[in-house]
T-cell receptor, first 114, second 114 residues
Framework: AQSVSQHNHHVILSEAASLELGCNYSYGGTVNLFWYVQYPGQHLQLLLKYFSGDPLVKGIKGFEAEFIKSKFSFNLRKPSVQWSDTAEYFCAVVDAGNNRKLIWGLGTSLAVNP | EAGVAQSPRYKIIEKRQSVAFWCNPISGHATLYWYQQILGQGPKLLIQFQNNGVVDDSQLPKDRFSAERLKGVDSTLKIQPAKLEDSAVYLC????????????FGPGTRLTVT
């Protein structure tokens, strides 16, 4: 079965530090990839997505992610984090062959210290 | 455009009681999803509707959970009777359903079962 693995469950950074959150998926076919963010007390929001084309995708708030097909990875990056980036980050993959079901990672909790 | 609406935002009930949640998706979105999100975990799909038909309810505990989407627009999710382990946030999401796999989430309903 399709699965998504997020390597870091809890990350603590200081402001201005660089961020990279790992995400690997198991499906070998055509995939559509997402990063969602959930700020404290708020609902899930789309951060960025990859469907096709340029494997380096840019999202909101300075985030970007790189799709590396050979590594089944879609890591999220930000060169300089801010306190307001404190949130839960979820990687998700659409299983196009399974009713377009969204397969979720367990999430990574990011805390940015001012 | 208006987002996904959910109500109530919070609900506290005793075990063995019943509860119902309501969701109004983004206008024109054919696909509607109900998720259960337990603290510290990613969302778990409970049921997926395409218009007013069920596409996937494989993870819905059908002995106590039920959902309907009358007329292919609004949807309700019911739990009867509730158990302590049902304490979670119940998320509703919608997507256009045709060629787009992006899901838009509502604010969720936080259920506490005591």
């Amino acid at each position: 079965a399709q699965s998504v693995s997020q390597h870091n469950h809890h990350v603590i950074l200081s402001e201005a530090a660089s961020l990279e959150l790992g995400c690997n998926y198991s499906y070998g076919g055509t995939v559509n990839l997402f990063w969602y963010v959930q700020y404290p007390g708020q609902h899930l929001q789309l951060l960025l997505k990859y469907f096709s084309g340029d494997p380096l995708v840019k999202g909101i708030k300075g985030f970007e992610a790189e799709f590396i097909k050979s590594k089944f990875s879609f890591n999220l990056r930000k060169p300089s984090v801010q306190w307001s980036d404190t949130a839960e980050y979820f990687c998700a993959v659409v299983d196009a062959g399974n009713n377009r079901k969204l397969i979720w990672g367990l999430g990574t909790s990011l805390a940015v210290n001012p | 455009e208006a987002g996904v609406a959910q109500s109530p935002r919070y609900k506290i009930i005793e075990k063995r009681q019943s509860v119902a949640f309501w969701c109004n998706p983004i206008s024109g979105h054919a696909t509607l999803y109900w998720y259960q999100q337990i603290l510290g975990q990613g969302p778990k799909l409970l049921i997926q509707f395409q218009n007013n038909g069920v596409v996937d309810d494989s993870q819905l505990p059908k002995d106590r959970f039920s959902a309907e989407r009358l007329k292919g627009v609004d949807s309700t999710l019911k739990i009867q009777p509730a158990k302590l382990e049902d304490s979670a946030v119940y998320l509703c999401a919608s997507s256009p359903g045709t060629g787009s796999f992006e899901q838009y989430f509502g604010p969720g309903t936080r259920l506490t079962v005591t």
